[in-house]
């Protein structure tokens, strides 16, 4: 299927077999979300050594994420738990782009090994630079192997706090992210998409019910719904 320019400005599409743009095709100033600023000092939630190791000898889950993750990670571990059992250490650093995210799963690897599923929540801060997110993906499952199970959640951006022309880019580089990961899919049979995007975009009132600013989901709701998803991922193994 080729990729229309209506398709990347659909809210949250991710268009099954589309061809991923190129940076050619994109603005001549950039990608019209802006530039990515200093994330290095803000908030984040990394487990101690005495929480990875339950993980691992119990079969639980790696998790790695931005800030969606540091606001939502405590109630997703609870959902996790009650549903299937499964506990989890997290490395969730908020404005984090996805490759010092994957930087961060190599180093865990190496230093405590790895249990057998992985949970990326990440990609929403490479709305700035899209091209770079296939690499990363790719980069992710080299590292995991191909008999480990990854869990993506896919992205949804369009920051309501920024001017329409911002929005608009933010959106398109929201899907053309999701495109790459719908890409990525097709060569790696263990990777799973949580289909985020597509879940706020199949009703419209859904982008103000379940996000706050465009971005991060509101508390309870866009929360629970979030992470029930991803749940849901998890369960369907």
């Known amino acids: ?19 991923i743009l190129s940076t050619e095709q994109a603005f ?18 990394i487990s101690t050594l005495d929480q990875i190791n339950p993980v691992l000898n119990n079969d639980g889950l790696f998790m790695f994420g931005d800030s969606i993750s540091v606001q939502d990670g405590y109630s997703f571990a609870q959902r996790l738990m009650s549903r299937t059992g499964d506990v989890i250490a997290v490395h969730n650093w908020s404005g984090r782009p996805t490759a010092p995210a994957v930087d961060a799963l190599a180093q865990w690897a190496q230093a405590y090994g790895m249990p057998r599923r992985i949970l990326m929540a990440t990609g929403t801060n490479d709305i700035f630079t899209p091209p770079v997110f296939a690499a990363q993906v790719d980069r992710t499952m080299s590292i995991v192997g191909p008999t480990r199970t990854v869990y993506w959640v896919n992205t949804q951006v369009s920051r309501t706090g920024q001017t329409a022309a911002v929005q608009l880019a933010d959106q398109r580089n929201s899907a053309w992210i999701n495109l790459q990961l719908a890409d990525a899919q097709r060569r790696h049979s263990n990777l799973r998409i949580v289909r985020w995007a597509e879940f706020l975009a199949a009703k419209p009132s859904r982008l103000t019910t379940y996000l706050e600013d465009g971005v991060h989901t509101t508390v309870p709701l866009g929360q629970d719904a979030r992470n029930e998803l991803i749940v849901q991922a998890i369960e369907a193994g």
């Open 28 to 45: 001549a100033d950039g990608y019209g979300s802006g530039a990515l600023g200093p994330w290095e000092g803000l908030s984040k939630r």
């Open 1 to 19: 299927m080729k990729t229309t320019r209506r398709g990347l400005l659909t809210a949250g599409a991710v268009v099954v077999g589309a061809s």
